[in-house]
């Protein structure tokens, strides 16, 4: 409990908020979620205990509060769980997975990619106490055809084409860029 206490302030030292904690059926770990400040104009949801069984932690955003971010979280986070008890490899930025449903009523996004943690300031990206190193990775919601393009032509080829396009990575609600 005392790394989880640990993320939770590297969280708010990073966010400028205080996080609030949720649990969802859908995994076993903690979600912490971070409301928008004057400097950050978005909520950020952090996995908390994910390093534990999947060597990693997850974040995600949005513009609004969103209840079913943590569901959607947390089902990634069940993923993540089991592609470390399969292969026994860390996340890397360009892993894809499949969220069972779209992340909003009447999106086209049903799928998530790892990338590095862009939005955040340098050094944000790994955490340690001295005794371990526990990276963070974030979650970009994606189409399915935006999900085969990175398959086929990676994850850079996929952040230049949204890049191009004019992507806004918190838009639910987008059309895909494909």
């Known amino acids: 409990m005392i ?5 939770l302030d590297h969280g708010e030292r990073a966010f ?3 996080g609030n904690l949720y649990q969802s059926e859908e995994a076993d770990v903690l979600i912490a979620v971070y409301p928008p400040t004057q400097k ?8 908390l205990e994910l390093h534990r069984t999947g060597a990693c932690e997850c974040l995600m955003y949005s513009y609004r509060f969103e209840r079913e971010m943590i569901t959607l979280l947390a089902r990634v986070a069940n993923q993540v769980i089991e592609k470390w ?6 996340l890397t930025p360009g892993d894809a997975f499949f969220l069972g449903s779209s992340i909003q009523e009447s999106s086209h996004l049903d799928f998530v990619i790892t990338t590095p943690a862009d939005f955040e ?6 955490y340690t106490n001295g005794v371990e190193v526990i990276p ?3 979650l ?3 189409a399915t055809s935006e999900a085969s393009f990175a398959m086929q032509h990676g994850l850079d080829a996929l952040e230049d084409l949204f890049i191009r396009t004019g992507v806004d990575s918190l838009d639910f ?3 895909p860029a494909i």
């Not at 300031?121 to 790994?126: A, H, W």
């Open 121 to 126: 300031e340098d050094g944000f990206d790994y």
């Open 140 to 142: 970009h919601a994606i």
């Open 3 to 7: 790394v989880v206490k640990q993320l």
């Open 173 to 175: 609600k987008r059309n």
């Open 85 to 90: 008890v399969q292969e026994r490899r860390r």
């Open 136 to 138: 963070f990775l974030m």
């Open 40 to 47: 950050r104009g978005w909520w950020t949801y952090v996995t």
């Open 16 to 18: 400028g908020s205080r």
